[in-house]
């Protein structure tokens, strides 16, 4: 199995490539979805969000309003660390769950981990590859003020909270640029699956003549 990350700053339309890559018949393993599921009411990560955050942050459903949360967290280092330590681990039960019936299923697969703040994390070594959706920071802010409705104030807030995209490009080994059609960008994702092919089957190679 070929473990591959698939990261990129706020508003550089990684979801948009994370489809593309469920075309191309990879497994995708989502982790905004999972942050989403682990938090649902009654669960162990919403519980631990309401005792520290409140009833404040609540629907009248019960779910978290996800944009009074955001408001607080990308305001407060404090909040936003004790928001991670309450749902990264659930969330890696989860993908650990999903790797495993991917694993299962079929071995010699390869799986992308859309995960936002990868190398934020310093979650670089837990992939065999790490993919990188850029756009310049002015369409970021551009797209984040046009998609949430934000002030500029509010969205340079949401920037500030990640590593700067220009800095994460170092640190992928392969890089999408995304600020043209949605046919380039396929193209450069299929190119990507072609290569990870590749080397998913010479790593396959290896294991079998190790």
């Known amino acids: 199995m070929l473990m591959v990350g698939l990261t990129g700053g706020i508003g550089s339309g990684k979801s948009i490539v994370a489809e593309m890559f469920k075309d191309e018949v990879a497994y995708v393993i989502d982790f905004d979805f999972l942050a989403r599921l682990v938090v649902e009411p009654g669960k162990a990560a919403w519980k631990d969000i309401i005792a520290y955050f409140g009833t404040e942050i609540l629907n009248p459903d019960k779910t978290l309003n996800r944009s009074a949360l955001a408001e607080i967290v990308f305001s407060d280092q404090k909040s936003r660390k004790a928001l991670e330590e309450f749902t990264h681990p659930r969330i890696f039960e989860e993908r650990n769950t999903l790797v495993n019936a991917i694993k299962e299923k079929d071995p010699s697969s390869i799986v992308i981990i859309d995960i936002p703040l990868l190398f934020e994390l310093s979650f670089k070594a837990k992939f065999d590859k790490v993919?990188?959706?850029y756009v310049c920071r002015?369409?970021?802010l551009k797209r984040v003020m046009e998609r949430d409705s934000l002030e500029r104030?509010?969205?340079e807030k949401r920037l500030q909270a990640q590593l700067p995209i220009d800095e994460k490009r170092s640190l992928a080994d392969y890089i999408i640029n995304n600020e043209g059609s949605l046919e380039n960008t396929r193209d450069q994702v299929r190119k990507i699956?072609?290569?990870?092919?590749?080397l998913?089957?010479?790593?396959e190679v290896r294991l079998n003549c190790s």
């Open 200 to 203: 998913s089957t010479k790593k």
């Open 138 to 140: 002015d369409v970021q």
């Open 193 to 198: 699956i072609r290569e990870l092919r590749e």
């Open 153 to 155: 104030q509010e969205a």
């Open 131 to 133: 993919i990188l959706v």
